[in-house]
Nanobody, 121 residues
Framework: QVQLVESGGGSVQAGASLRLSCAAS????????MAWFRQAPGKDREFVAR???????FHAAAVRGRFSMSRDNAKSTVDLEMSSLKPEDTAVYYC???????????????WGQGTQVTVSS
């Protein structure tokens, strides 16, 4: 079982960059597929990016070319580097872990507490 804690959120202006980190504790981090999701007020939780146990990455179309997810199994961390931020990126960002590949929140059994990202015009 892995436990996740996000950090790095904050308030920035449109066009700025921000890096989110997710630190894992517990056992067998490298065995999990990892993902980032986000949820804006009044909206459903939205897939952002995922990385497999061996490092293959996939990003949602809405963030492709602007966001980049990575994992470091030696450090038991995953990051989300965000650039060219837009007001519509404003949301709570969650790190999540699953035992299978999926883009669906329901497939992820372990979640962090979330970190707020606010992008102003």
């Amino acid at each position: 079982q892995v436990q996740l804690v996000e950090s790095g959120g904050g308030s920035v202006q449109a066009g700025a960059s921000l890096r989110l980190s997710c630190a894992a504790s517990g056992s067998l981090f490298s065995h999990y597929y990892m993902a980032w999701f986000r949820q804006a007020p009044g909206k459903d939780r939205e897939f952002v990016a995922r990385v497999t146990t061996f490092g293959e990455r996939f990003h949602a179309a809405a963030v492709r070319g602007r966001f980049s997810m990575s994992r470091d199994n030696a450090k038991s961390t995953v990051d989300l580097e965000m650039s060219s931020l837009k007001p519509e990126d404003t949301a709570v960002y969650y790190c999540a872990a699953a035992t299978v590949q999926s883009l669906s929140p329901g497939a992820y059994s372990v979640w962090g507490q979330g970190t707020q990202v606010t992008v102003s015009s």
